[in-house]
């Protein structure tokens, strides 16, 4: 017989998502200090249910990871846009944003974290999901053929750690992944 769990009630579905959103806020809001009690606070739950749901810290960052990650990796078979370069664009831009969104959670992970977490997958999952896109740029000759993912990635997360708000990152973002397209004459 499997060992599945059985389904949650929708009440207890509901109390996840409303922790996973508060720790979202509070996480981007406060940093990586944001205390379980805050997080419980801002969900409007009682420890014991968060405790419940995630029985660590840890787990908490993990399932906050993980969602993210999903949600970037699913984007890369949707995007849109006019041409290959474009959707490219338009993805590397959905990274970004993960990135500076989900940094106060990924220095969290790494203070207890080895090489089998989530935090070490996810790289791999996105070029996963996203060389299909680049792929499909080189192809078109829109997109220099001399870069790999790994490298426009690191590219990516190099701009998102400079110091300042978003509005000063925005277009240096811009100037970097306009370099990237190949102008065809």
């Known amino acids: 017989m499997a060992d599945n769990p059985p389904p949650k009630r929708a009440d ?26 805050e997080i419980a606070r801002r969900s409007g739950v009682g420890s014991a249910t968060l405790y419940r749901n995630f029985a660590t ?13 999903d949600e970037v990796c ?3 078979a949707t ?15 959905r990274f970004f944003h993960y990135v500076t969104t989900k940094r106060p959670v990924v220095i969290g992970l790494l203070e207890h974290t ?14 996963a999901a996203g060389q299909p896109l680049l792929s499909a740029a080189q192809d078109a000759h829109q997109i220099a053929s001399d870069l790999d993912l790994d490298q426009i ?33």
Do not use: C
């Open 153 to 185: 990635l690191d590219l990516v997360v190099a701009i998102a750690k400079i110091p300042g708000t978003p509005e000063y990152r925005q277009p240096i973002l811009d100037a970097a992944l306009a370099g990237l397209h190949r102008h065809v004459t």
């Open 74 to 76: 699913a984007a890369a």
């Open 114 to 127: 080895d090489r089998t977490d989530p935090v070490f997958q996810s790289r791999g999952r996105m070029l």
């Open 57 to 69: 810290r840890h787990e908490l960052l993990e399932a906050l990871l993980v969602d993210e990650v």
């Open 12 to 37: 207890a579905t509901r109390n996840r998502q409303r922790i996973l959103a508060a720790a979202r806020a509070a996480f981007a809001a406060t940093g990586a200090e944001t205390s379980m009690a």
């Open 79 to 93: 995007v849109e846009g006019g041409s290959p370069a474009d959707r490219l664009t338009t993805w590397l831009q």
